[in-house]
């Protein structure tokens, strides 16, 4: 076993290429870590820096210094990784006590800070980010190296994307320097950038009939079904059968896009019918189920029927924009509207009857006075 002693600070390794364990004191309470490196010289730096540590009694020093050559080799890959908690990544194997502080397995796997649909949502973001940035240690990405990267992404796409992937490394940056990974955050300064509106396009009744053609019964179904209730396709996926009153021909969504509130939706009889059809033939919980398969493997499925159909372009989401449109176009008041699409302000709404006020002008404007 060899050893060596910085001040009141022991550290120790069994053999050679064993990684060094030290152990220090502050205020009567005797701590020990072990740094995930057999490097004598890196130890004894450690060491050195701890022991500044406890002569000051700050253990939150002691902590920086334990973390400082780790962080140092650090990439935003192995960040990455750590973050999304699927392969945890290793900065050493030292083992903090309870409620002083925390491995990053322990961190990420407590880590609660978006919603699943959003996780979910921005994993094309992520492996975007991991492609770009992977092998680039975390302190050379700089504020100006964001802003750049940024500023890419919205002349490939749009200031939308733009402000996605901002929202996405502000978040990962966030959680990196609550647990000391990071002194600055690259992205505190960035601003998200106004975007340009964009009014929603519906389907007519024509590029209905020709998507229907080319799907399957259940595809039928779940198009008939968000068409005639404007739901948001995870608002599908988590429908359960106690929030379905087919008696009265109502649904009940709870905890709208994460709000925590809930909306109520009168049926169609098409909605209604979708709903007696399929049944309750899940056999997972309570869940309805009108759909098992993933919202990716559906976003695929209407990209290949419409290109069959030789229409645009269908998305799930567009069906709610039908859904919407078709309001307006009858006449229901913006307000109702609102409350059966779940929009927590009167201002999303509104693009709606923006669209429908377009045609009007158009109509208008025909007239030629």
């Given at each position: 076993m060899?050893?060596f002693r910085?001040?009141?600070?022991?550290a120790?390794?069994r053999?050679?290429?064993?990684s060094?364990?030290?152990?220090?004191r502050?205020?009567?309470?005797r701590?020990?870590?072990t740094?995930n490196?057999?490097d004598?010289?890196?130890?004894?730096?450690?060491?050195?820096?701890v022991?500044?540590?406890?002569?000051?009694?700050?253990?939150a020093?002691?902590?920086?210094?334990?973390?400082?050559?780790?962080?140092?080799?650090l990439?935003?890959?192995?960040?990455?990784?750590?973050f999304?908690?699927?392969?945890?990544?290793s900065?050493?194997?030292y083992?903090?006590?309870?409620?002083?502080s925390h491995t990053?397995q322990d961190?990420?796997?407590g880590?609660?800070?978006?919603q699943t649909?959003?996780?979910?949502g921005?994993?094309?973001i992520r492996?975007?980010l991991?492609?770009e940035?992977g092998?680039?240690p975390i302190?050379?990405?700089?504020?100006r190296?964001v802003?750049r990267?940024l500023?890419d992404q919205?002349?490939?796409s749009?200031a939308?994307?733009r402000n996605?992937?901002?929202?996405?490394l502000s978040t990962?940056?966030?959680?990196a320097?609550?647990?000391?990974?990071?002194?600055e955050?690259?992205t505190?300064e960035i601003?998200?950038?106004r975007?340009v509106?964009?009014v929603?396009e519906?389907?007519?009744?024509?590029?209905?009939?020709?998507?229907?053609?080319?799907?399957?019964d259940?595809?039928?179904?779940?198009?008939v079904?968000?068409?005639?209730?404007?739901l948001?396709?995870?608002?599908?996926t988590e429908?359960r059968?106690?929030?379905?009153?087919l008696?009265h021909?109502l649904?009940?969504?709870?905890?709208?896009?994460?709000?925590?509130?809930f909306?109520?939706?009168?049926l169609?009889?098409?909605?209604?019918?979708?709903?007696v059809?399929?049944?309750?033939?899940?056999?997972?919980e309570?869940?309805?189920?009108?759909?098992?398969k993933?919202e990716?493997?559906?976003?695929?499925?209407?990209?290949?029927?419409?290109a069959?159909?030789?229409?645009?372009h269908?998305?799930p989401?567009?069906l709610?924009?039908?859904?919407?449109?078709?309001?307006?176009?009858?006449?229901?008041?913006?307000e109702?509207?609102?409350?059966?699409?779940?929009?927590?302000g009167?201002?999303?709404?509104?693009?709606?009857?923006?669209k429908?006020g377009?045609?009007l002008?158009g109509?208008?404007?025909?007239?030629?006075?």
């Amino acid at each position: 076993m060899e050893k060596f002693r910085v001040g009141t600070v022991t550290a120790h390794r069994r053999t050679e290429t064993a990684s060094w364990s030290l152990y220090w004191r502050i205020d009567g309470t005797r701590y020990r870590r072990t740094i995930n490196t057999p490097d004598k010289l890196i130890a004894e730096e450690v060491a050195e820096a701890v022991w500044r540590a406890v002569q000051s009694r700050d253990f939150a020093a002691a902590e920086d210094a334990l973390q400082a050559p780790f962080t140092a080799q650090l990439n935003f890959g192995n960040l990455l990784d750590a973050f999304e908690a699927e392969c945890p990544a290793s900065l050493g194997s030292y083992t903090p006590q309870a409620g002083q502080s925390h491995t990053l397995q322990d961190i990420t796997v407590g880590y609660d800070g978006w919603q699943t649909r959003t996780w979910r949502g921005n994993k094309a973001i992520r492996r975007r980010l991991r492609a770009e940035w992977g092998s680039l240690p975390i302190h050379s990405i700089t504020s100006r190296k964001v802003a750049r990267f940024l500023s890419d992404q919205e002349q490939i796409s749009s200031a939308s994307t733009r402000n996605h992937y901002l929202t996405t490394l502000s978040t990962i940056f966030k959680w990196a320097e609550q647990y000391r990974l990071l002194k600055e955050i690259p992205t505190r300064e960035i601003r998200r950038k106004r975007c340009v509106e964009q009014v929603p396009e519906a389907l007519t009744q024509e590029e209905i009939k020709a998507l229907l053609k080319q799907l399957t019964d259940t595809e039928q179904r779940v198009v008939v079904f968000l068409q005639d209730t404007g739901l948001r396709i995870s608002e599908l996926t988590e429908l359960r059968w106690q929030d379905v009153d087919l008696e009265h021909k109502l649904i009940i969504i709870r905890n709208n896009k994460g709000t925590g509130y809930f909306r109520s939706i009168p049926l169609t009889q098409r909605a209604t019918e979708v709903l007696v059809t399929h049944g309750d033939n899940t056999g997972r919980e309570d869940l309805v189920g009108l759909y098992a398969k993933s919202e990716r493997y559906l976003r695929e499925r209407l990209k290949l029927a419409s290109a069959r159909a030789k229409i645009r372009h269908v998305y799930p989401h567009i069906l709610r924009h039908t859904f919407a449109t078709g309001l307006v176009d009858e006449g229901v008041p913006l307000e109702t509207i609102q409350k059966l699409l779940g929009h927590k302000g009167i201002n999303m709404t509104l693009r709606y009857a923006k669209k429908r006020g377009k045609g009007l002008k158009g109509a208008i404007d025909k007239l030629g006075r």
